[in-house]
């Protein structure tokens, strides 16, 4: 099967590249809202399939297809990509000097009829606390707009904040490899 990688992130093609996989990327814009009943990795797995639905109808019976989303959650409520540096500013102000959760869900979608593959992994981040000017410099220089909870854990920010994980660091960049590899392998097998 040839796998299909449905996200415009560097940082998952990097991880996959990284990975030994070839892969083709195709992007299609898809809604990333949610039912407001779902909690933390129900949110992820959800928008993880939730994308891959966009892109079945396309899908030839050869292709294995990868989607995948991340999220950030402080107590219960979901940070998603800041809207603007205002509201980047405002997470990383409410996120550092505290702990918080990533949850990156992915679905794997064969092309052939079979059912999706879908899972998530939960990484716990220990944040220092940051001042207003190292926030300030974060947003204006790396504009994380991108970004689950306005921060990507392989730039400045989590080079100077992340006090430690419990968990995978790569399910933080945005991919859990220990997990995708032999879900992955299941198919190409």
Not at 57 to 84: F, M, R, S
Not at 95 to 103: A, F
Request: hydrophobic share 40%; charged share 20%; glycine share 8%.
């Amino acid at each position: 099967m040839r796998l299909i990688l449905a996200s415009g992130s560097p940082r998952r093609r990097q991880l996959l590249t990284e990975l030994g996989l070839a892969y083709e990327i195709r992007l299609r814009e898809v809604d990333e809202s949610f039912p407001p009943h779902l909690r933390r990795a129900e949110v992820a797995e959800y928008l993880a399939r939730h994308k891959a639905e966009a892109y079945r109808p396309d899908l030839a019976p050869d292709e294995l297809l990868l989607t995948a989303d991340t999220i950030v959650c402080l107590d219960e409520q979901v940070l998603n990509k800041p809207a603007d540096a205002a509201e980047a500013r405002f997470m990383l102000g409410r996120l550092q000097g505290r702990t918080h959760q990533v949850y990156t869900g992915v679905c794997l979608l064969p092309g052939d009829g079979r059912p999706p593959v879908v899972f998530s992994d939960e990484t716990t981040v220990y944040f220092q606390p940051l001042t207003a000017a190292e926030i300030a410099h974060y947003v204006a220089q790396y504009k994380p707009f991108d970004k689950a909870g306005a921060y990507g854990a392989q730039d400045w920010l989590g080079l100077v904040g992340i006090a430690r994980l419990e968990g995978s660091y790569f399910n933080v960049m945005g991919l859990p490899t220990h997990l995708v590899w032999p879900a992955v392998q299941g198919f190409l097998a």
